[in-house]
Nanobody, 125 residues
Framework: QGELVESGGGFVQAGGSLRLSCLVS????????MGWFRQRPGKVREFVAA????????YYGDSVKGRFIISRDNYENTVFLQMNSLKPEDTAVYYC??????????????????WGQGTQVTVSS
């Protein structure tokens, strides 16, 4: 079963960019999709983006559409989140997550089976 290792978080000024990576070290054939979520202090975990391993189809939360891009590398078992035009309200801990088996609810954190440890992203104004 997948062990997820995230990297790429950090500190950036508003308008800047960051790229997060998530390595799935034990990906299996039943791994269907990968998602990125974020959580701000005192807030619930929020859907950011998701992609399907097989087709590369992508899905985005409304707050990041047009600014963030999710992609995957099937050979390296890695998922990326390119974050552009960052805003202070993007400040959060970002988590990658793995979904085993199909689902129509990729925006729901409860649909995911494995989670990374989280990486902090801080955007200053």
């Amino acid at each position: 079963q997948g062990e997820l290792v995230e990297s790429g978080g950090g500190f950036v000024q508003a308008g800047g960019s960051l790229r997060l990576s998530c390595l799935v070290s034990k990906r299996t054939l039943s791994s269907h999709a990968m998602g990125w979520f974020r959580q701000r202090p005192g807030k619930v975990r929020e859907f950011v983006a998701a992609t399907l391993w097989s087709s590369g189809t992508t899905y985005y939360g409304d707050s990041v559409k047009g600014r963030f891009i999710i992609s995957r590398d099937n050979y390296e078992n890695t998922v990326f989140l390119q974050m552009n035009s960052l805003k202070p309200e993007d400040t959060a801990v970002y988590y990658c997550a793995e979904r085993i088996g199909t689902t129509s609810k990729l925006e729901q954190p409860t649909e995911y089976n494995h989670w990374g440890q989280g990486t902090q992203v801080t955007v200053s104004s």
